[in-house]
């Protein structure tokens, strides 16, 4: 059995591991708060820009573009969405294990030599780079620093050569971020753009709450305000518009800025998942801490009454036989 002082600097040394899993814990519930607000304010934008297509494609859904025309896959790159630091449970290696499935699966297609990866984080760019896979630059600033203008330029640049013939087919993996409880780790078509499944995504999305707890969450879900989707109800911008100069000069303009929102909706997905695992973790972590401290002072208290009751029987064993 451990000693009083052993068990008391056991003690010490868990309640300074509590207090620093719950520091962790408040500052990704404030950085979840600001990804959260990141992706509200991003919203309006995604919901005209599927109104525009959606009315487009009522108008004139024969339509093309090069950006929605498959091609046979000779070539392929793969965007992945990871962190830069750890300590968020296993959201880091779930991304690395579907990201080695993905390519395991690709390279007896292709060939593995045929297979470019994008990093967008410091922990999947390290994982690749120590398996062998070609990787194409480094973007874990992106993670740190979201930003659509750096989206844009990824964007454009992976859309060039997609254009230009050197990659057939470009997939993002990432979580998709639904509520501060629930992220779903997504494999999504980013070239060709298949605009009929981008437009009927999962649009669901819980961006007022960081409470994590699956009792607090089933509570919110029942007192929730209810919405009413017309997902099928597509209505045109007005009832008889004109296209100038055409349909499809009209659509290669936007496409790309399609483009550009899923790379952006992307990350700030993966960001926003990232800081919820966290505070998950840290708040499992904080918990355990908890009831670890509830044994060892029970086990403190135990031994303590334990050396006293030995004290007071020698003192009465020696007056006894004094």
Known sequence: MPSLKEIKGRIASVQSTRKITSAMKMVASSKLHHAQVAIQNMLPYETMLEHILKSFLAAEAEAQTIFDQERPVKRVALVIFSSNSSLCGGFNANIIKLMQHTVDGLAQEIGRDNIDIYPIGRKVAEKAQKLGYQVMGTYADMIDHPNVHQ????????????????????????????????????????????????????????????????????????????????????????????????????????????????????????????????????????????????????????????????????????????
Do not use: W
């Not at 454009?156 to 993002?172: S, T, Y």
């Not at 709450?209 to 099928?232: F, G, H, P």
């Not at 695992?277 to 801490?289: K, L, Y």
């Open 151 to 322: 989206c844009i330029e990824m964007a454009m640049d992976i859309g060039r050569r997609f254009a230009e013939g050197e990659i057939d087919k470009v997939e993002l993996i990432y979580h998709h971020f639904k509520s501060a409880g629930s992220q779903i780790l997504t494999t999504k078509t980013f070239l060709p753009i298949d605009i009929e499944s981008e437009l009927e995504r999962d649009h669901e999305r819980d961006l007022t709450s960081n409470v994590a707890t699956k009792k607090a969450q089933d509570y919110l879900k029942k007192n929730r305000r209810k919405r009413e989707y017309k997902e099928d109800e597509t209505k045109p911008l007005n009832d008889n518009f004109i296209v100038e100069p055409d349909m499809n000069t009209v659509l290669s303009q936007l496409m790309p800025k399609l483009a550009h929102l899923m790379l952006y909706t992307a990350l700030l997905d993966s960001v926003a998942s990232e800081h919820a695992a966290r505070m998950v973790a840290m708040q499992t972590a904080t918990d355990n801490a908890d009831e670890l401290l509830r044994q060892l002072n029970l086990q403190y208290n135990k031994s303590r009454q334990q050396a006293i009751t030995s004290e007071l029987l020698d003192i009465v064993g020696g007056s006894v036989n004094n």
